[in-house]
């Protein structure tokens, strides 16, 4: 969310904002852009963890909508909107006695003051948090404010989205270490990363194999593997929206999201039943294959 936020400011700013600031359509676009481009880092640092598609994904994606429609609006069929935006800020937010001290600061001083305060709030909960993704959000506000701050100082606007999108990249490739690498020790990532998704309303079955570590200690590992693959592949050919997940051991777990457990329950009845009249046939070593085909692979989460 935050690289299409970060994406859509600066495509503005290369189609848009190529000319002086003084012309009076411009300016309109610049203050509206340095007001949204760092309110939408401030809204995504407080959205929870979603997918991009997904409905705070879809709620994000409408609100920028909503803006870029609103701007060009506002821009090009409001009489006298920029023309009376231009004079409003004409004048420098701190006064004329402080243009040395602020150089060529660009935003007007109710947005100076705004960015001012939710960056105090943003980094007191940075500072709690200790989060990776929440800090580079935290930095990627301040460095949008930056570019339309100083936005006349030359190559301001792409050395600040290049460290964004550096910034950016980087977190990305951490988290997906730690995806990779920090995994619970019980395998369960695939499974706690698509509960963050799964809104209110969800199903969780929990399902294990009866009797399998004597079924394990009396035919050997290798024929309980060859359980395993058998029960997952079954799992994972259950129907009314369920997913299949390894939990552990001979546990596994199907979700079914938004289903309530009456709905669920006949999906789960008929995949159990499916599963207790599989005939099985156990080969001795000789006739067994060494290798599974690859096309009889189960393709669990």
Request: aromatic share 12%; with cysteine.
């Given at each position: 969310?935050?690289?299409?936020?970060?994406?859509?400011?600066?495509?503005?700013?290369?189609?848009?904002?190529?000319?002086?600031?003084?012309?009076?359509?411009?300016r309109a676009y610049?203050?509206?852009?340095?007001?949204?481009?760092?309110?939408?880092?401030?809204?995504?640092?407080?959205?929870?963890?979603?997918?991009?598609?997904?409905?705070?994904?879809?709620?994000?994606?409408?609100?920028?909508?909503?803006?870029?429609?609103?701007?060009?609006?506002?821009?090009?069929?409001?009489p006298d909107y920029p023309q009376i935006l231009s004079q409003y800020l004409a004048l420098h937010p701190f006064g004329q006695n402080s243009e040395d001290?602020?150089?060529?600061?660009?935003?007007?001083?109710?947005?100076?003051l705004t960015l001012l305060i939710i960056s105090l709030i943003l980094l007191t909960h940075t500072?709690?948090?200790?989060?990776?993704?929440?800090?580079?959000?935290?930095?990627?506000?301040?460095?949008?404010?930056?570019?339309?701050?100083?936005?006349?100082?030359?190559?301001?606007?792409?050395l600040f989205s290049s460290l964004i999108a550096c910034a950016l990249l980087i977190t990305l490739f951490f988290n997906s270490h730690d995806l990779a690498f920090l995994d619970e020790l019980t395998g369960r990532r695939a499974l706690i990363n698509e509960l963050k998704h799964c809104g209110k309303h969800y199903c969780i079955v929990m399902a294990d194999i009866d009797h399998f570590k004597k079924f394990n200690d009396t035919h050997g590992?290798?024929?309980?593997?060859?359980?395993?693959?058998?029960?997952?592949?079954?799992?994972?050919k259950v129907r009314g929206g369920g997913t299949a997940f390894r939990y552990g051991g001979e546990e596994f777990t199907l979700l079914f999201k938004r289903k309530h457990a009456k709905e669920a329950e006949p999906f789960i009845e008929s995949i159990r039943k499916s599963i207790a009249d599989y005939p099985l046939i156990i080969r001795d070593k000789e006739n067994r294959p060494e290798k599974q085909s690859k096309r009889t692979r189960p393709k669990l989460h």
């Open positions: 969310m935050a690289a299409v936020n970060f994406l859509i400011g600066y495509s503005i700013i290369q189609l848009h904002l190529q000319a002086p600031l003084n012309q009076d359509d411009i610049f203050t509206l852009l340095s007001l949204y481009w760092p309110l939408n880092f401030f809204i995504i640092y407080w959205l929870p963890e979603r997918k991009l598609i997904s409905p705070v994904g879809c709620l994000l994606a409408a609100m920028i909508s909503i803006q870029i429609v609103s701007t060009y609006i506002l821009v090009h069929y409001v001290f602020m150089g060529n600061w660009q935003l007007p001083l109710a947005s100076t500072l709690i948090k200790r989060d990776r993704s929440h800090c580079v959000l935290f930095a990627s506000m301040i460095a949008s404010a930056l570019i339309c701050a100083w936005f006349d100082s030359s190559s301001i606007s792409s590992h290798d024929t309980g593997d060859d359980v395993l693959r058998i029960v997952a592949q079954e799992l994972a």
